[in-house]
């Protein structure tokens, strides 16, 4: 008898088959739990050894015993009648069976795991061999809740110092934390966030000891890179904090980045102190009213305590300027600027590489009429000081708008959502920005992106809203704003486009009410409170923004009070151009200026503002700038220009793209006076009414006649 023959008499391959089969199971039932359970990197290991070693011992007690009736006996004992080795064979194939069922829905479970999450990841590196990586915020596992503060801090620590590095690309602190306490799959994580690589950990305190733990996890098979354990003296916790990032960091740079510098520098303050400040931080992330003002008492606090500590100082000239009536709060404009301004120079006299302290400044900068081109060098500083100061970025692609570079504002835009993707401020920008390209297959993805992110998300009402109005969808868009103020507070970006879809509709009294204060004055107007409306109008241009006083001056034929205004004010229409800039709806306040002086015989100058119309709407075409606004501000160009088809061929343009108008087009635009006589601009107003009367509907609104009056509906 062969040898082969006696080891399968004996059921010794079945056995041995069985075995490995079910150690294989094993093994992947370990690379599952051991994340979850926190095991130590070696348990997996350790697992292995043992079941090689005791695959030995089970291959000698299969050919040495049998298993009787009468329980296990040596093979020699058993009477070759009496022997159930067959039946013992059918039952290890059932086993073996089942082990192989098994290990296949373990293995499709994880190839299909594989394809449904390393999708983006694989797209990322596809097209950027970058390294990258998110730090998700390290978990508290101490009983104690007030050592959170340590946690956060080694993850900021971490993400700060890693952001310094240029050959790596860091998901942001905002997307990042958005996770925290979420027990998600690590690489679902990793292809939501676009990284390769995620690098977690916690945080437990035990007695006078804390012990922090940090593994690298490669996000396309879950595999763990480096793992380790830190055991140390809970005395000086800014210490510990800074020699345990310090090493985390070495290793990082072992494992991504050989031969990249990593720098490290945090100022001390006390533990109560640092987690004042971080709780406060991320509250002014959400750029929620009640957050923000919450965070202010937790900043003023925390300077309280340590009048040294110029972090809490930045962020408490941060949250007073984002605090104003034209962002998240009800603050004057200049009092939030004056107040906040304060606050950012201590900070800098305190620490003079304060990369928020930096940032806040260009914010001032950017906020103060004409002074655009000061803030690039402030915001330009902060990122060289911290690239991934997410606010940074965007304060810097607002400032490039200002100065007319669209294009170099949209790129920041993208970078941001890449990087940052939950960071809101950059969501709602860029969904304005992509579809001001008309970009609207992008603005697709990007709601997609943020709804798979975070369904629940308010600014997703917001953003739809948005994305509707500029496709022609006005009525559709204001329904979806309504929705998203019953969700939470609004922005001042979101009351913004609440007027404009109230004005448009003609609901002037909503508008007075409920609407944004920079739009307010011609509701105002609109609803015969003409000497209100001016008085608002004229607070507004105080503060920097003259364009509904100018519209006012316009529509009421004072062509020389508006003169007189530029002229006292500024020494010239290129001064103004630089105090008042276009925007990506083209230059609409240039163009009333250029009508006014037309009106009142001054060729010159209006000549000189309609050059200067000219070449801001011909920089935005350059740069691939398309919408409405566009088309409807540069017929109002060409109809001063007495450019009368050209004039028509982009109002229609603006009619197609779903273009209304709240009343008789020529008297909300005069320009268009000199198109009045043209039988096509007749054609163009009634559809421009039609485009109305389709989005009042849409609101269960009546129709308006062509008088614009509304028309009162039989009963049914």
Do not use: C
Not at 590 to 618: C, F, K, P, Q
């Amino acid at each position: 008898m062969s040898i082969v023959t006696e080891l399968s008499r004996r059921n010794v391959i079945r056995v041995a088959i069985a075995y490995a089969v079910g150690a294989w199971v094993i093994l992947q039932i370990m690379d599952v739990v051991t994340p979850i359970l926190d095991l130590p990197e070696w348990a997996p290991r350790l697992v292995l050894v043992i079941l090689a070693i005791g695959l030995v011992p089970a291959l000698v007690f299969s050919w040495v015993y049998e298993l009787t009736p009468e329980g296990i006996r040596r093979e020699s004992e058993v009477d070759p009648d009496r022997s159930i080795r067959h039946a013992t064979g059918r039952k290890l194939n059932v086993v073996i069976g089942v082990s192989l069922a098994i290990a296949i829905g373990l293995l499709l479970m994880g190839r299909g795991d594989d394809e449904a999450t390393s999708v983006a990841a694989q797209s990322v590196t596809a097209s950027d061999t970058t390294p990258s990586i998110a730090v998700l915020p390290f978990v508290n596992m101490s009983p104690d809740p007030d050592q959170e503060y340590f946690s956060d801090g080694i993850t900021e620590e971490i993400l700060n110092s890693l952001a310094s590095v240029k050959e790596l690309r860091v998901a942001g602190r905002t997307s990042s934390f958005a996770f925290k306490g979420q027990a998600d799959d690590l690489r679902r994580i990793g292809s939501s966030l676009g990284v390769a690589h995620i690098l977690e950990g916690s945080v437990r305190k035990q007695g006078d000891t804390v012990r922090v733990t940090a593994q690298l996890i490669q996000v396309n098979d879950g595999f763990h890179l480096w793992s380790q354990n830190y055991d140390r003296k809970l005395d000086d916790v800014f210490e510990i904090q800074d020699e345990i990032a310090r090493e985390i960091l070495a290793q990082l740079k072992t494992q991504l980045l050989p031969g990249a510098d990593v720098a490290m520098e945090a100022q001390r303050t006390t533990p109560e102190v640092y987690e004042l400040y971080l709780r406060a931080k991320q509250r002014i992330y959400t750029r929620d009213r009640a957050n923000i003002e919450s965070a202010i008492g937790e900043l003023d606090e925390a300077i309280r305590l340590d009048p040294a500590y110029g972090p809490a100082y930045a962020q408490r000239g941060i949250a007073t300027i984002i605090l104003s009536e034209q962002q998240y709060g009800d603050m004057p404009h200049d009092e939030a600027q004056r107040r906040g301004r304060r606050f950012v120079d201590q900070a800098l006299e305190l620490d003079a590489a304060n990369a928020e302290a930096w940032a806040a400044l260009g914010l001032i900068h950017t906020n103060t009429p004409g002074e655009a081109e000061l803030a690039v060098e402030p915001l330009t500083r902060a990122l060289e000081l911290n690239p991934n100061l997410i606010d940074a970025s965007n304060w810097l692609q607002i400032t490039l708008q200002m100065l007319g570079d669209f294009r170099g504002s949209k790129d920041i835009l993208a970078d941001m959502i890449e990087r940052d993707p939950l960071y809101s401020p950059a969501f709602a920008n860029a969904i304005v920005t992509f579809n001001s390209f008309s970009d609207h297959e992008r603005v697709d993805t990007l709601l997609e992106r943020m709804e798979a992110f975070d369904p629940d998300n308010p600014d997703l009402y917001m953003a739809r809203a948005i994305d509707a109005m500029y496709s022609g969808k006005l009525g559709e868009g204001l329904r979806l704003m309504e929705q998203h103020r019953e969700l939470t507070a609004m922005s001042g970006l979101a009351q913004v486009y609440l007027s404009v879809g109230l004005i448009q509709t003609m609901q002037y009294e909503r508008a007075v009410t409920e609407g944004s204060l920079y739009l307010r004055p011609e509701a105002l107007y609109e609803t015969g409170h003409r000497d209100e409306a001016f008085e608002l109008a004229y607070q507004l241009a105080r503060s920097g923004y003259p364009h509904n006083l100018f519209r006012l001056f316009v529509w009421e034929g004072r062509d020389r009070d508006l003169a007189d205004y530029v002229e006292e004010r500024w020494p010239g229409l290129s001064g103004f151009a630089a105090e008042v800039p276009g925007d990506d709806f083209g230059y609409s306040v240039m163009t009333d200026i250029a009508l006014a002086y037309s009106r009142l015989g001054n060729a010159a100058r209006s000549n000189e503002a309609i050059a200067l119309v000219e070449r801001h709407n011909a920089n935005l075409e350059s740069q691939g700038i398309d919408n409405v606004g566009l088309a409807w501000n540069h017929a109002a160009q060409l109809a001063l220009q007495q450019d009368v088809e050209a004039a028509l061929g982009q109002l229609e343009k603006a009619v197609e793209y779903g273009a209304v108008s709240n009343g008789p087009p020529a008297r909300k635009e005069p320009a268009f006076a000199a198109l009045a006589a043209e039988p096509r601009f007749a054609e163009l107003e009634a559809r421009l009414r039609e485009n109305l009367n389709r989005n009042r509907g849409v609101l269960g609104l009546p129709p308006v006649d062509a008088n614009y009056q509304v028309v009162a509906l039989l009963a049914q």
